[in-house]
């Protein structure tokens, strides 16, 4: 019988709190053998992280305590003095963490970050660390590797870095990989990426690779077992093919169903609730269609044309623009009452620019932006206050979009007080009732914003943006970041939301998955400008332009029988939209497809891209 790599045996990991020691991770038990891929899933908090850091002993001593069995190749890990599990770690166990840039030292270059790892661990020379270095990042495909030696991380995108902590992960040839989260935050094309990329390292190293997931998706896609977490407990372990196919535990089958399928819309022509599961017994509701159709004649209430906005790149003692960034360019486009327009697309391309320029939060620098027909470009700043009554934005993060001293509460009533519609009792009872709109309870407005957890916090967002029974909602990655079951119940707050006052949502997102659910009509966003917009049907059943046909194609297939059909993934990163300060966009050409399908005529730059669907006649 082989060896497993690395076996956990009755592992419990407590931390020392105000009241005593807490245990967040309990008896977990499970193995992974030479070659293989094992995945641990389950939502925040469950106890993932905490699991891989206990492997890897980088629990503080002082405020943590493990308990239990970690060997690796036979080996006991917990009882090895510091000085050899030092030289274990990056060694013969290498971790890529969540997110890159906090891993990455600001102020070194990231040649010299992979290099030292070589001088340490391999004792290899200051040269040999070189250009065994430059090799490293030409293996992750980093492109002109050696003249990016000395570059430094912020110069990377979110992409790149990661390939940099990926070619770090392994410099050393590890016998183990922990890859914790490693593309949570990443775009869709680039996911897809270093999925593939890690799998063909492990292919050619043949290194085990322990993979930490909240996205059901990804697991299908790489893992060969899965270990699924729940409260710091292991709930259910087995063949990734049968927890996908018979999952035991009502979690589980919470987890599966709340994961958004690509192509599971086909024939509908509204927006879909996502089933909601109840963890303890199992059993879901039966999603519906949400919302009415809506009416074509109606005039929008949102109308954008020919929206322009770029940021001048000023160098020097006297500030000269030595460049511009063309963030959109020449977008256009409506809204009409109870309707959802996703702009969809990779960072970078313009999504969350387009978002703040219809706000004003950016200035725009051309185009018209009309609100019920009123110009909001014209706008004194009065006027702009009044407009923001009909038009609210729910933010990303919604953390750093809550004052972290003020209750919740106070900032609920915020909009309110500001706008006069309400004090003292009646703002209270407002902000009460909005609580309740959302999932909430009204004693809750007192709460500080680090009481709740990162599902409440978007609610609390919601209710705020609620306040002033805006008409329109424009919505930047406001799900992006949530877990997968936190994800389904948000969206359909905001799908029964919508269906009861007739809100009209501008949904900006990254997840086609997740787009595909909520959307009447889809906008695919490339370089600033919008290269197809049609219903969300036609997009998604019959993509015409190249660079939407690769959006579709990286997203991670939910079924682990369905992976050797997946499609080429394209090695192309999104281009920089930095122009010089004399730069004149071509005058761009559109052809309808079908009615209301636009699709922008490309050149032969896409021609090399991979197809996921035929052309139509």
């Not at 949570?184 to 292919?203: G, M, W």
């Not at 919604?398 to 003020?406: H, I, K, T, V, W």
């Not at 609610?459 to 992006?480: F, G, N, T, W």
């Not at 905001?494 to 900006?508: C, P, V």
């Amino acid at each position: 019988m082989t060896t497993p790599i690395l076996s956990v045996a009755n592992l419990s990991t407590a931390f020392r709190m105000e009241d005593g020691w807490r245990t967040v991770v309990r008896d977990v038990s499970f193995e992974v053998a030479p070659r293989e891929t094992v995945a641990i899933v389950g939502e925040s908090g469950s106890g993932k992280s905490v699991t891989a850091l206990s492997i890897m002993r980088l629990v503080p001593k002082n405020a943590g305590r493990i308990e239990g069995s970690v060997k690796l190749a036979g080996q006991e890990l917990l009882t090895l003095p510091e000085r050899d599990m030092r030289q274990i770690r990056g060694d013969d166990i290498a971790m890529i963490f969540q997110e890159p840039m906090t891993s990455l030292n600001p102020v070194l270059t990231i040649g010299f970050q992979i290099a030292e790892a070589l001088v340490q661990h391999r004792g290899m020379s200051r040269g040999e660390a070189e250009a065994e270095t430059v090799r490293l990042l030409d293996k992750v495909r980093i492109p002109a590797a050696r003249s990016r030696f000395h570059e430094y991380p912020h110069r990377f995108s979110g992409g790149m870095r990661q390939r940099v902590m990926i070619a770090m992960a392994l410099a050393c040839r590890p016998k183990l990989l922990i890859a914790d989260e490693p593309t949570t935050a990443l775009d869709v094309t680039i996911q897809a990426q270093i999925l593939q990329l890690i799998k063909e390292l492990q292919d050619e190293n043949g290194m085990s690779v322990l993979f930490i997931t909240h996205d059901m998706g990804v697991v299908a896609e790489i893992a060969d077992r899965t270990v699924v977490m729940f409260r710091g407990e292991m709930v259910e372990s087995g063949p990734t093919t049968q927890i996908f196919a018979r999952p035991a535990r009502p979690y589980t089958k919470a987890l599966l169903s709340a994961v958004p399928r690509l192509g599971s819309m086909e024939g509908r022509a509204r927006p879909m609730r996502f089933p909601v599961v109840d963890t303890a017994t199992g059993q879901s509701d039966v999603p519906m269609e949400t919302g009415e159709t809506i009416q074509p004649q109606a005039r929008p209430v949102l109308e954008v044309a020919g929206l322009v906005t770029r940021f001048d790149i000023r160098t020097g003692l006297f500030g000269r623009v030595t460049g511009r960034v063309h963030a959109v360019e020449n977008v256009s486009f409506d809204l009409r009452a109870g309707e959802t327009l996703a702009l969809v697309g990779e960072s970078g391309c313009g999504k969350s620019t387009t978002g703040r320029s219809i706000m004003r939060l950016v200035e725009p620098q051309d185009g018209s932006i009309l609100v019920e027909g009123q110009d909001v470009r014209a706008m004194d700043k009065p006027g702009l206050r009044l407009m923001r009554r009909s038009m609210q934005m729910i933010f990303q993060d919604p953390f750093s979009s809550l004052n972290p001293r003020r209750s919740v509460g106070a900032a609920i009533a915020a909009p309110l007080l500001a706008h006069g519609l309400a004090s003292g009792a009646k703002a209270q009872a407002r902000v009460a009732d909005l609580l309740q709109q959302v999932g909430l309870t009204p004693d809750m407005a007192s709460r500080l914003p680090h009481e709740f957890s990162g599902g409440q916090r978007q609610r609390v967002c919601i209710a705020r943006a609620l306040a002033l029974e805006p008409k329109i909602i424009v919505a930047d990655e406001s799900v992006s970041a949530l877990d997968v079951s936190i994800k389904a119940q948000v969206i359909n707050l905001m799908l029964d939301l919508q269906a009861r006052y007739g809100l009209a949502y501008l949904f900006i997102s990254h997840d086609m998955a997740v787009v595909e659910r909520v959307s009447h009509r889809v906008a695919v966003m490339y370089l600033g400008e919008i290269v197809e917009i049609g219903p969300r049907a036609v997009v998604f059943g019959n993509p015409q332009h190249p660079y939407t046909r690769k959006l579709l194609a990286a997203v991670p297939i939910a079924d682990p029988a369905m992976r050797g059909e997946r499609r080429e993934v394209s090695e192309d990163e999104i281009k920089s939209p930095v122009r010089p300060p004399d730069y004149e966009p071509p005058v761009r050409q559109y052809r309808e497809v079908s009615p209301g399908h636009v699709v922008q005529v490309w050149g032969p730059e896409w021609e090399r891209q991979p197809a996921a669907a035929p052309l139509a006649a």
